[in-house]
């Protein structure tokens, strides 16, 4: 059916083909239901031998649950650089900051013991803030797809991202598996940083009331904003709206209660699938014309592959590598603190980067 075709209501809500980022089939398998197929996974891989029974790999305890989910995580970060550094455009705007980074932030963590301190904690609340903000991109994305103006409602998806995704985690079952985070000051800082686990564990219950009470009071806010903006033309993104709220539950029941103990499972699952996909529909096709595939029938599965299996490779290292090699642990921390730093500027909708 045209654009033109299309039923008056269809057009209101944005459920056209050009109300997706790539097309129906590509976005709601990659972009929309992975929040729910991930919720799925982790219930049924919950008490399996998958998820609980362990191995020794590398003299370390494992299990293949948090094998696979530590070789995508570590494998999503790295994909980031197909996009900073391999596509031209990019790296250009971007010299200084690609090239001398990554160098200074490793340095810091081989010559500093407080460096490799302060990057413990970095990681784990970035790594927070980071993923609401890839819900919050591909939601601005949507809104751009359906005909709206780049700024227009902005700042209230923003805090709405930030509220859904870090609110669950403050007031939440998972708190303090972030918050743990601090005993990384152990031996280097003063008392009141390896403290905090403690001091957050005794506030957990007023904290907790705090987030339900700011969250609900934001969401009644951003619900009644959005409708004065609608008055004003706004255009409602149905992908955009499922977007917004099957990561919002997600998150509220996975960080918030973590049911079946598989919280960064879950959560991690549906951001490296989305992330992957991204990348891959932004920078695939580069990728292939640098390797010389477009000529080949196969050229597109040769590229995913070499794509996916490049990530994979690397996420493999990363997860494997011993934790008490300094070196190796400050490599990986740097590609994820790069990861988030980069993710925070080379993708735009006002620049129409995407």
Same mark, same amino acid.
């Given at each position: 059916?045209?654009?033109?075709?299309?039923?008056?209501?269809?057009?209101?809500?944005?459920?056209?083909?050009? /109300?997706? &980022?790539? !097309?129906?089939?590509?976005?709601? $398998?990659? @972009?929309? *239901?992975?929040?729910?197929?991930?919720?799925? %996974? =982790? /219930?049924? &891989?919950? !008490?399996?031998?998958?998820?609980? $029974?362990? @191995?020794? *790999?590398?003299?370390?305890?494992?299990?293949? %649950? =948090?094998l696979f989910i530590g070789t995508l995580i570590?494998?999503?970060?790295?994909?980031? *650089?197909?996009?900073?550094?391999?596509?031209?455009?990019?790296?250009?705007?971007?010299?200084?900051?690609?090239?001398?980074?990554?160098?200074? *932030?490793?340095?810091?963590?081989?010559?500093?013991?407080?460096?490799?301190?302060?990057?413990?904690?970095?990681?784990?609340?970035?790594?927070?803030?980071?993923?609401?903000?890839?819900?919050?991109?591909?939601?601005?994305?949507?809104?751009?797809?359906?005909?709206?103006?780049?700024a227009l409602g902005r700042r209230l998806d923003?805090?709405?991202?930030?509220?859904?995704?870090?609110?669950?985690?403050?007031?939440?079952?998972?708190?303090?598996?972030?918050?743990?985070?601090?005993?990384?000051?152990?031996?280097?800082?003063?008392?009141?940083?390896?403290?905090?686990?403690?001091?957050?564990?005794?506030?957990?219950?007023?904290?907790?009331?705090?987030?339900?009470?700011?969250?609900?009071?934001?969401?009644?806010?951003?619900?009644?904003?959005?409708?004065?903006?609608?008055?004003?033309?706004?255009?409602?993104?149905?992908?955009?709206?499922?977007?917004?709220?099957?990561?919002?539950?997600?998150?509220?029941?996975?960080?918030?209660f973590n049911p079946w103990g598989q919280a960064?499972?879950?959560?991690?699952?549906?951001?490296?699938?989305?992330?992957?996909?991204?990348?891959?529909?932004?920078?695939?096709?580069?990728?292939?014309?640098?390797?010389?595939?477009?000529?080949?029938?196969?050229?597109?599965?040769?590229?995913?592959?070499?794509?996916?299996?490049?990530?994979?490779?690397?996420?493999?290292?990363?997860?494997?590598?011993?934790?008490?090699?300094?070196?190796?642990?400050?490599?990986?921390?740097?590609?994820?603190?790069?990861?988030?730093?980069?993710?925070?500027?080379?993708?735009?909708?006002?620049?129409?980067?995407?």
């Amino acid at each position: 059916m045209s654009a033109r075709a299309e039923p008056a209501s269809a057009a209101l809500l944005g459920v056209g083909r050009a /109300a997706y &980022i790539v !097309g129906p089939l590509y976005d709601w $398998a990659f @972009f929309l *239901l992975p929040p729910l197929v991930a919720l799925a %996974a =982790g /219930a049924l &891989i919950a !008490g399996t031998p998958f998820a609980d $029974a362990t @191995f020794r *790999l590398h003299g370390e305890k494992v299990t293949w %649950a =948090g094998l696979f989910i530590g070789t995508l995580i570590h494998g999503h970060l790295a994909a980031v *650089l197909l996009r900073s550094h391999g596509n031209a455009d990019v790296f250009r705007r971007h010299r200084l900051r690609f090239l001398v980074a990554p160098v200074a *932030l490793f340095a810091a963590m081989m010559l500093s013991m407080w460096a490799v301190a302060c990057v413990s904690v970095l990681v784990v609340f970035w790594d927070v803030y980071h993923s609401a903000l890839q819900t919050f991109g591909l939601g601005r994305i949507y809104d751009a797809r359906a005909g709206n103006a780049p700024a227009l409602g902005r700042r209230l998806d923003l805090w709405l991202n930030l509220v859904l995704y870090a609110g669950p985690i403050l007031g939440g079952a998972t708190m303090l598996l972030h918050f743990q985070s601090f005993d990384a000051f152990e031996g280097v800082g003063p008392a009141f940083f390896t403290a905090v686990p403690a001091l957050m564990t005794s506030s957990h219950r007023v904290i907790s009331w705090a987030v339900i009470a700011a969250g609900t009071s934001y969401l009644v806010y951003y619900a009644l904003a959005y409708r004065a903006i609608c008055r004003r033309g706004y255009r409602v993104s149905f992908p955009k709206v499922w977007l917004l709220v099957s990561t919002g539950l997600c998150s509220i029941y996975t960080w918030g209660f973590n049911p079946w103990g598989q919280a960064f499972f879950i959560m991690n699952l549906f951001h490296a699938v989305q992330y992957l996909a991204l990348v891959w529909w932004s920078e695939g096709g580069r990728l292939r014309r640098r390797l010389r595939l477009d000529a080949l029938r196969a050229g597109t599965p040769i590229a995913v592959a070499l794509f996916l299996g490049g990530v994979l490779v690397y996420g493999v290292w990363a997860e494997l590598a011993p934790a008490d090699d300094r070196a190796l642990w400050s490599i990986t921390q740097t590609v994820a603190l790069m990861h988030f730093w980069y993710d925070g500027f080379i993708w735009s909708v006002t620049r129409k980067q995407v």
